[in-house]
Structures are given as C-alpha cells and as structure tokens.
C-alpha cells in the first residue's frame, strides 16, 4: 500500500514566498493540503501565486512582510493567525546575499546580509513559536515544525559570498538552539541547507563562463530544481517526522562531501 503526505487541516506560513524556493515550498505544501500564507515585502507577486494555488483548488492567504522589520513581524504573524488560523508550520526562507570579498563588505552589506538572513529568521521563529507554546500548554507531543532554510554556505564557507555564509552558519546554529529550547513545547526545529539551485534569480548565471565553470567542480556536474527539495520539506513538515528535531540536512547532490 502506498503511502503520501497528509498536511489537511495544517496551516503554513512561508516567508520571501514571491519567487524561487519560497515560491515552490508554498506550491509543494498546498498541494499536500495545508492552507498556507505567502508572506514577503512584494504583495503583487504574492496574489499571483495565491491566484494559481487558489486554481488548483488549494487555499492560499496573502499578508505583507518585511523580515528586517520587527514591528512588520509581528503583524505579519498575527494576520496570518487572523486569515488562516492558527499556525502549525513555519517555513523559514526569506534571504539575501552579495558577492564580494570579505575586505570589501562595508557595514551597509553587513546588515543587509544579517538583518534579512538572521536577524529577521530569528524573530520571525520567535513570534511563531511564542503562538504555538501558548497553544500547546505544557505538551511535548511534537505537534508545530519550523522548517529554517539554510544554506551549504553555512556549512561550507564559499568564495566571494564569506558574509552570506556566515549569515547562514548563524541559522544552522540557531537552528540547533532553537530545537534544544523549544522541544519541550512541541515544536520540531529543523534545517535544510540546499546546495546549489536553479531560481530565476541564477537562472543566467549557468550559462554564462563562471557559470559553467562553477559546473565543472560540481560532484554530478549539475544543479538542482527546486522540486529536488520536495521530499524533505515534506518531511520536515509532517507529523511522521517527529522524531526529528535539530538536524541540519544537506540537500546539495554531495557538493558538501568534496
């Protein structure tokens, strides 16, 4: 007898959800039957992809986000509790990156990089998880996920992108703390740290010389798709995976074992 992943009745918040990997964690986790809010700074976007989801028959709420903002993060919370209900899984994807050397970063790049990549993924899990603490008075049955999106970046310091590596390796750490503390609360705390992907952010990029280069040095001498990241997302969300709290899985084709 198969076997498939059932989120019915499960609500998802998804951060930076208007394009790339966001974009397919909000499709993926629909179309297993979770409500989910698109949350990012760009709104048009977002009622794109509700508008698609909303076609294939899945539910989908729209609310304003900007993760380097903590008064944006609070109501952006306590919409999407008011739109959907309350929140049984956060996926926490918003990031940004530049490509320099670390002798060039000035303290304008820095926070640009922290405050998105760090700073707003941690407040972001904070306010969701004070929600699902209150909720889950004193169980420990691990009933809410929160999926933090990594890097292998933060596992693998990478040429010319040091501060978004190091911005990454804080959310792999994070990660870790936030599972020792708050598994007592019923709340599994996991990593993906993907590898690399092909968005539309990069989509030229593999083509060009550096692109194909890059390639070259790659385990398969390929890149992913998003929907390669499919399976685990799916578990991390899932009631079947609570056993699972604090790991930081690689999902990067080996690139990380070279």
């Known amino acids: ?40 700074r760009r709104v048009e976007r977002l009622k794109e992809l509700r508008a698609e989801i909303e076609a294939s028959g899945g539910a989908a709420h729209v609310v304003s986000l900007d993760v380097t903002d903590y008064q944006s993060i609070k109501s952006a919370v306590a919409h999407a509790e008011t739109e959907a209900g309350t929140i049984d899984i956060l996926v926490n994807n918003s990031g940004v990156s530049t490509t320099q050397r670390l002798t060039d970063v000035t303290p304008a790049d820095f926070e640009y990089v922290f405050d998105t990549n760090t700073r707003g993924a941690f407040f972001v899990a904070q306010e969701v998880a004070k929600r699902m ?9 691990p009933a809410y996920r929160i999926i933090n999106i990594a890097s292998v970046a933060g596992l693998r310091v990478l040429p010319q992108i040091g501060l978004y590596s190091m911005s990454k390796a804080a959310v792999v750490h994070m990660t870790k703390a936030m599972a020792l503390e708050w598994g007592r609360h019923g709340i599994n705390v996991n990593a993906i740290c993907p590898g690399y992907i092909d968005t539309e952010i990069n989509h030229h990029h593999w083509s060009t010389e550096q692109g194909q280069k890059l390639l070259s040095m790659l385990p398969r001498r390929r890149v992913g798709q998003p929907e390669d990241l499919d399976g685990l997302l799916l578990l991390l969300a899932a009631d079947e995976s609570q056993f699972v709290n604090g790991a930081v899985i690689a999902a990067d084709d080996g690139f990380g074992l070279a």
């Open 1 to 40: 007898m198969g076997r498939s992943i059932n989120l019915e009745g499960k609500v998802a918040l998804i951060t930076g959800a208007s394009s790339g990997l966001g974009k397919r964690f909000a499709q993926v986790l629909s179309q297993a039957g979770a409500k989910v809010v698109l949350a990012s």
């Open 133 to 141: 603490m209150m909720r889950a008075g004193g169980s420990q049955k």
